[in-house]
């Protein structure tokens, strides 16, 4: 009988899928990176507990064009400034992403708060545009020239916090307490330049980064990157406290709750 494909893959292929997802380092993304203060209140105001504001309300928008073998991804992601317990790092709001794959690992491991979008970064000459968009609507647009170069800086970790949950099968809160997860991300680059721009939010019902004003721009780089990650489980995280931040990650609250379509039980 031909092989069944749906049916339990062997040790070895287990094995092979173990090995190839540690092969991260070595791919380089191309990436417009945006830095910000904004109001405190609101940083405030997106932090789930036990996430706290740090001593600077700052927002870091990262668009990256990912050389992927095969797959060229575009991966965006909108993130505040927090601290859980003495670590510092970004809360991401949104990750948009150009594949289906990038998305899926991502939400379903660490508990990233990924949706698929259009995420362009575009260098033509001096001139450089990076953009996220989703609906129609590109929430997110950096827009400006290279101005000078930018000395390397050394190879550094930076850590991103995420909430890994899974909404309860009644439609009340979660079939499990949720979970902090940190993840800790080591990047090196090979090219840093500095952009002299400007970053446009525009409004949108599905993704409200506009609610996150540029008060202040600390400032844009392009640069070249590549980067390794891991993650851990940190702490298990009261539902009650998480459930009203749930609707940051969709589209529509209530389509957690959306019953299969007929024939799909």
Known sequence: MARVRYGARTEREIA????AS???????????????ETAPDAVAAVLPPPLKPTGSPLVRVTVSK???PGH??????????????TVEGWYP???PMTSERALTGGREVFGEPKKLGE????????VVRASMARHGIAFVEIRGTVSGQLPLPEPASKTDFYFKCLPAVNGSGFDADPVLVHCVRRETARRLERITGEVVLRESVYDPVADLPVLRLRDITFGEKTSDQSGRVVERVE??????????????PLQVLDAPPEGGR
């Open 16 to 19: 092979a899928t173990r090995t």
């Open 22 to 36: 540690t092969r991260l380092p070595g791919i380089w993304s191309t990436a417009t990176v945006a830095v910000w």
């Open 66 to 68: 990912v050389d992927l």
């Open 72 to 85: 060229p991804l575009g991966a965006g992601s909108v993130a505040v400034a927090a601290v859980h317990g």
């Open 93 to 95: 709001l949104v990750m």
């Open 119 to 126: 995420v362009t970064v575009e260098r033509d000459g001096l």
């Open 239 to 252: 539902a009650q406290a998480l459930l009203p931040y749930l609707h940051q990650r969709y589209d529509d």
